[in-house]
């Protein structure tokens, strides 16, 4: 992931994670790491630039930490100065969200986006909420709703007192002076999963990019290959845990990252990081 004398990328880990690198060949290998305490990936990126060149250190400034915090979705996004967090991770698993949230000392969140309804990503926004002031909640605007019509993320953030936003692929959210969060799926409604309807992120940073896939799975993929869509992406984080579900091979092939990363606990669910995704 060092390419070029200008650019420079560290990879901290602390954690148990699975990452794909493609420089040791088409195989996803599988790196096991542990930490002592509480089990995160910090994956810091910090660009330098070089040739004579000068530019802000703060236009720089960027990392992401992958909390595991078991089988959930907490991603913490700092950016030039900034913090912001994908998913909030289950109800039990906040005081690790919180441990992580802390590590990367974190003041205040700008926003905070919701992939989707389901419990293991949004579990932990009350706990996050009354620890830190929160600018914005994001979801998206194709979303499943409960049997007497009301949504999960819209009843949440109300009763917390949260100011939320519905995002459409093709719409941004600015981070930064020269960063912003681009929605590129959901595309079309999925009423047999949530999990379809997940909020796709991207994000480009100093000419390299990064796609968060929530929890899809090949409905949302098909859909977004069906539109398109632009997915090549240096780094990618896997959509639905590594389940057999997700991450078909078109898709995979599609977004041919350098780097990708399962968010999961396979005590808790042997079914993910599935072999056929780590193959």
């Given at each position: 992931f060092i390419d070029t004398p200008d650019k420079l990328f560290f990879i901290l880990v602390f954690s148990f994670c699975f990452c794909y690198n493609k420089n040791t060949g088409r195989d996803l290998k599988l790196k096991r790491f542990c930490s002592g305490f509480f089990c995160l990936l910090f994956f810091a990126c910090m660009f330098m630039t070089g040739c004579g060149e000068t530019q802000d250190s703060k236009a720089d400034d960027f990392a992401v930490m992958f909390a595991n915090a078991g089988r959930c979705d907490a991603i913490i996004v700092r950016a030039q100065g900034k913090f912001y967090m994908i998913d909030t991770g289950l109800k039990e698993s906040a005081p690790k969200v919180l441990r992580a949230l802390d590590c990367m000392q974190v003041d205040k969140l700008t926003a905070v986006f919701l992939t989707h309804t389901h419990k293991d990503h949004?579990?932990?926004?009350?706990?996050?909420?009354?620890?830190?002031?929160?600018?914005?909640?994001?979801?998206?605007?194709?979303?499943?709703?409960?049997?007497?019509?009301?949504?999960a993320i819209t009843e949440l953030t109300a009763e917390l007192g949260l100011h939320l936003r519905r995002l459409k692929a093709g719409e941004a959210v600015k981070a930064g002076d020269s960063l912003r969060f681009e929605v590129i799926g959901p595309l079309e409604y999925n009423e047999e999963d949530d999990n379809d309807n997940s909020l796709v992120l991207s994000l480009w940073v100093n000419g390299r990019r990064l796609l968060f896939a929530g929890d899809m799975q090949f409905a949302e993929e098909k859909s977004l290959m069906r539109g398109?869509?632009?997915?090549?992406?240096?780094?990618?984080?896997?959509?639905?845990?590594?389940n057999p579900d997700a991450t078909g091979d078109s898709f995979a092939a599609a977004v041919s990252p350098e780097l990708a990363f399962i968010t999961t606990d396979t005590q808790q669910d042997k079914n993910s990081a599935n072999e056929r995704v780590v193959a």
């Open positions: 949004i579990g932990g926004l009350a706990a996050v909420a009354q620890r830190y002031e929160i600018g914005c909640v994001y979801a998206a605007e194709i979303s499943h709703n409960k049997k007497d019509g009301s949504n398109s869509v632009p997915l090549s992406a240096d780094v990618l984080k896997v959509g639905n845990h590594g």
